[in-house]
């Protein structure tokens, strides 16, 4: 509990701090970031802690989006619409959890694939809100005591946010609930011998991970004043599983370095060359054919590797024979 | 009466279509518990392959071959040097063929562009016979045809010869079958290869009826995933039985509900997967 407190304080400080040393086309760009980062971690929840490997978790965040989008017509508050969001995405993801979780691994990753699929193909198909070519909106973050218009207020509005989810994440994850899921992760048939029920700790995991894609969906809508039934593509679910891979799995904040890395590079790239598909593509094999962890990981391996270590003298094996000093000698 | 024969018919092509390419998928998860994501590439590819031969003024027929065979090749290269280093290691392979969805579908953006492209149906059958008033393209008949005939070939080759008897034995019990003194990888990478001639064959005979356009692999794949699930991982004849259902259901969803025919299919899978969780012929446990 303290020391998530000071990690989520940490965070919040430097997210804080964070506008004064960038340039404001790089806020604009980081307040995409927050957003997918947010999204990123809920599924790193699942993927990482829960292992449930989703191909279908842009289903949530298109209904956030949508939700601020379609009911932003009726009304400004933020207090409304993004519980709207997350309360939707929320329930959506209890139906589809129910159905979902009954089956594993592959069977799991195709039945949530097949769920937004149909999302997508509904929405795109459907004229009730504005079918193929989306739902535009001017919605602005209406607090009650102020609206927020300008992109560093937004920043900082987003961060909120992004600071919040991350502590509850953070706060699940060290829970008994959060113990409990990642030991059905690990052993699943020793959790049920236990007295665990397992699927109620993934399908708690499962909704909370869906409404905080929702609230992140909503978000969104509040940067692009828009919602499209892109939101719900395979195209859509595949980008925030590679940002979970780019950052590391089984790690909160893994997922947030792969978003930012994966935005960087995909406005960096999309800059020089059209292919920035076949870029990712490519990529992405690398990473798996690599496959040692994400980012995370790798920082934790090289500062591993930087921190001073005892000098050792090894024998061919690799046994240590003495201990030596900075000077050679033995101690 | 007419037009109940005519969506029928066009069900079911749209329904073979969809099993040429659910069967591969299928037969290669239940053997090699390797989910190919990529599957719907192989078929798009075919098609855009095929496209490009037949644009430059060659055969129909003969296009369809060398299309299947380069898709091949492509199987071949890709499972020697990429999937198969992740046997059993599904998350790994789900993430690689997803990744080669993108750079395949990317290069094919890249050669062929975006626009929405068809193979012309081939000569000898661009005619149509007459049902009372109504009329059916001769060449959706022929698309039945043959996948009516790879199913008989697929029970044939099951049922009746020794390639058959190591399959369906490696399905159930892989390590066994090995441990007999047959040569495993040699098995996997011909099923795999069978797997994506056949999406191969489909993508192209597809190529005057649905036509090609970028991220269409998505909704075939998709499909095909629905119908693998429906008519249970593993099993050929799942995914016939399957492939028909969701066809039919398609094409009369369309003009019954045409609001919510996208979400049929998939409340048809919601349905059986309640109270089936392997699916219809499934034996693969989820």
């Known amino acids: 509990m303290k020391k998530s407190i000071i990690a989520t304080l940490l965070l919040a400080v430097s997210v804080c701090a964070l506008p004064f040393v960038i340039s404001p086309f790089v806020l604009f760009m980081l307040t995409e970031v927050l957003i997918m980062a947010i999204f990123a971690m809920s599924l790193g929840l699942i993927m990482g802690y829960g292992g449930l490997q989703s191909l279908g978790h842009s289903a949530f965040f298109g209904i956030g989006a949508y939700s601020v989008a379609v009911l932003s017509e009726h009304l400004t508050s933020i207090y409304l619409l993004l519980p709207a969001a997350i309360i939707i995405s929320g329930l959506f993801a209890l139906l589809t959890g129910l159905i979902a979780i009954r089956n594993k691994g592959i069977f799991f990753l195709m039945i949530t694939l097949a769920f937004t699929q149909m999302l997508f193909l509904l929405f795109r198909q459907s004229d009730l809100w504005g079918g193929a070519d989306g739902v535009g909106t001017s919605v602005k973050p209406n607090l009650g005591f102020m609206e927020i218009a300008s992109p560093l207020s937004l920043f900082y509005f987003v961060g909120v946010f992004f600071v919040l989810a991350y502590f509850i994440l953070r706060l699940f994850v060290n829970s008994p609930l959060g113990k409990g899921l990642k030991g059905i992760m690990e052993n699943e048939g020793r959790m049920v011998a236990l007295g665990y029920h397992v699927k109620k700790y993934q399908i708690i995991a499962y909704v909370l991970a869906g409404g905080l894609a929702g609230l992140a969906g909503g978000l969104y809508v509040f940067k692009t004043q828009f ?32 978003a930012g890395v994966f935005i960087f590079l995909q406005n960096y790239i999309s800059t020089m060359t059209d292919r920035w598909s076949l870029i990712m ?41 003495i201990e030596l000093n900075e000077s050679g000698k033995a101690k | 009466m007419d037009l109940f024969i005519v969506n029928t018919l066009s069900g079911l092509t749209y329904g073979m279509l969809l099993f040429l390419m659910a069967s ?54 890709l499972e020697k040097f990429l999937i198969s280093r992740f046997h059993g290691n599904e998350a790994s392979q789900v993430l690689l063929t997803l990744g080669l969805i993108f750079v395949i579908g990317d290069i094919s953006l890249w050669i062929w562009g975006g626009d929405f ?57 892989m390590e066994m079958v090995g441990a007999l003194g047959f040569n495993i990888r040699l098995i996997f990478t011909a099923v795999f290869l069978f797997g994506a001639a056949l999406a191969a064959i489909g993508g192209v005979l597809s190529g005057p009826i649905l036509g090609m356009y970028p991220k269409m692999e998505f909704e075939i794949l998709v499909n095909s995933l629905v119908i693998v699930l429906i008519g249970g991982l593993g099993s050929w004849k799942g995914a016939f039985i399957g492939a028909i259902l969701i066809g039919i259901i398609d094409s009369f969803g369309k003009i019954y509900l045409p609001d919510v025919s996208v979400l049929l299919i998939f409340v048809v899978m919601v349905i059986v997967l309640m109270f089936k969780p392997t699916g219809l012929f499934g034996r693969v446990e989820s």
């Open chain 1, 227 to 258: 919602a499209s039934p892109e939101l719900f593509s395979v195209h859509m679910a595949t980008t925030v599983l590679i940002m979970v891979f780019i950052g590391g799995m089984g790690t909160l904040f893994g997922p947030v370095i792969g």
């Open chain 1, 281 to 321: 593509g490519l990529l992405f094999i690398v990473i798996v054919l690599y496959n040692r962890g994400g980012i995370l990981q790798l920082l934790q391996l090289i500062t591993k590797k930087l921190t001073p270590k005892k000098n050792l003298l090894m024998d061919k094996k690799g046994a240590t024979i």
């Open chain 2, 24 to 77: 591969g998928l299928s037969i290669v998860f239940g053997l090699m518990r390797i989910i190919n994501l990529a599957h719907g590439s192989f078929f798009l590819f075919g098609s855009y392959v095929a496209y490009a031969m037949v644009s430059r003024g060659m055969n129909f027929w003969l296009a369809l071959l060398l299309a299947t065979i380069c898709v091949t090749v492509l199987a071949f290269l």
């Open chain 2, 117 to 173: 492209l068809s193979i012309p149906v081939p000569s000898i059958m661009d005619f149509s016979f007459a049902i009372n008033e109504s009329s059916f393209p001769i060449y959706r008949l022929f698309v039945i045809a043959i996948g009516i005939a790879c199913a008989v070939l697929l029970w044939y080759f099951e049922t009746k010869t020794k390639v058959g008897m190591i399959v369906r034995a490696g399905v159930d019990d």
